[in-house]
């Protein structure tokens, strides 16, 4: 990721960029309970303060959030107020409406599972 493009233009993008930094939040804290260096990938680039595995692992994550994200939206109906512009023209969820969003994850033992997945793979090229 670059940090260039996390400025959404419309509240789905914006719900969905908030989705991603809880997934991040998660992923993040698994990969570095199991001993994993966050900043070794093997998708995403390293580069310095780049926590590039973590950004790998998210990936087949990204569905869910999507769905979670989706489903949220049909369900909800929404005010002019749940969102909020910036002077550069970036959408933003209202912190109220992010409590609600924040209750909704694609859980721990997803997060994981797929954590422990890489674990197992990395002990076999080890073997």
Do not use: W
Request: a positive charge; glycine letters at 8%.
């Amino acid at each position: 990721m670059s940090g260039t493009n996390r400025h959404a233009s419309h509240p789905v993008c914006a719900f969905l960029n908030y989705a991603y930094a809880a997934l991040e939040g998660q992923v993040r804290t698994a990969v570095v309970v199991v001993g994993l260096d966050p900043t070794v990938g093997y998708l995403h680039a390293c580069h310095p303060g780049r926590v590039a595995l973590v950004y790998d692992l998210m990936e087949p994550l990204r569905p869910k959030v999507d769905r979670l994200v989706l489903d949220f939206m049909r369900r909800q109906t929404f005010e002019p107020g749940d969102f909020m512009l910036t002077e550069r023209g970036v959408c933003r969820l209202h912190p109220q409406l992010t409590r609600s969003v924040a209750g909704r994850s694609v859980g721990e033992a997803a997060v994981r599972d797929v954590v422990a997945a890489i674990v197992r793979e990395l002990a076999g090229v080890g073997a």
